[in-house]
């Protein structure tokens, strides 16, 4: 933890420092979004005893960021997230689960130099997830740093983003660790008011470190979303955000052979601030979103 807060210190450090007498253009965003889960696969036991692995969970998720681009084009931007999940009220009436996932969060801050045709930049964040009963000694603590780029083409935003990240502090070494992660995401502008986005992930890193040896874990991702602005709220544009997504994990020979697939439906409104919203090309360039992974991630074992 001590490192990611010095790196994120340093890049601070770094930007305001070097754009103390630039004009400004600030951006910001603020929304809540309902997610519903549905899982699947050989590493999903939803029917053990006595407790089972939950197959299905809802969460509230709460996202918001907030940046700006300076006339020489540095740009900086802070984007968190935290969920809450429904698993916690089933178990207490009386619908005990194993390795339940609780809540999941993620802060992230990118600095970058970002012109009208490209973005390049890197970015430090951290992410925790719970679980619920016995399982809260699989809490853990991560880390991602990493680097991102971006550029336009017409209508479209391509990007691609290369990070790393490691759990920091756990009891119970359960979530995925010591992990890169490549991610690819695409959007595509039909007009000022729509976006509609694709993006593909992989990753390659291990769990269960504290035993003899660690057991290897790979999968990846992939998705489609939308935003589009539906009206407004005090003068500023009120967006609608929906989404689909998969992600696969699969923890392999010779420690194991599990895998489980975790489908996520989400919707939800935002507000935006400021002249745009995050610009597109920061947003495909950016860091992955790994909350879902570290969610599932222990029903492997």
Do not use: C
Request: hydrophobic share 40%.
């Amino acid at each position: 933890m001590k490192t990611t807060l010095w790196a994120v210190g340093f890049l601070l450090s770094f930007g305001v420092t070097q754009t103390t007498t630039a004009e400004t253009r600030m951006f910001g965003e603020l929304g809540l979004e309902f997610g519903g889960y549905n899982a699947g696969g050989n590493g999903v036991n939803t029917t053990g005893f006595p407790f089972d692995e939950p197959g299905s969970l809802n969460a509230l998720n709460a996202f918001g960021d907030i940046g700006a681009v300076y006339n020489g084009g540095f740009a900086w931007r802070f984007s968190a997230q935290t969920a809450r999940t429904d698993t916690p009220l089933f178990n207490g009436f009386g619908v005990p689960t194993n390795e339940g996932p609780k809540a999941a969060s993620q802060a992230v801050i990118t600095l970058g130099q970002l012109q009208s045709r490209h973005f390049v930049g890197g970015f430090a964040g951290l992410g925790s997830v719970g679980f619920v009963g016995d399982d809260s000694d699989q809490n853990a603590t991560y880390r991602l740093l990493g680097i991102g780029g971006a550029y336009q083409a017409g209508a479209w935003s391509h990007g691609a983003s290369l990070s790393f990240m490691d759990v920091i502090e756990t009891a119970d070494p359960e979530t995925l660790s010591d992990a890169g992660v490549l991610k690819l995401q695409s959007e595509y502008a039909l007009d000022a008011d729509t976006q509609v986005g694709v993006f593909a992930a992989y990753f390659r890193g291990e769990m269960d470190w504290d035993g003899a040896t660690a057991d290897p874990v790979d999968g990846g991702g992939f998705g489609v979303y939308v935003r589009h602005r539906v009206g407004q709220v005090g003068g500023r544009p009120l967006m609608l955000n929906a989404g689909v997504s998969r992600t696969l994990l699969n923890e392999m020979p010779p420690s194991a052979d599990h895998s489980l697939w975790v489908t996520r439906l989400h919707v939800g409104i935002s507000v935006v601030f400021g002249k745009g919203g995050v610009p597109a090309l920061m947003r495909v360039g950016g860091a992955p979103d790994m909350t879902t992974t570290q969610m599932f991630n222990p029903m492997l074992d």
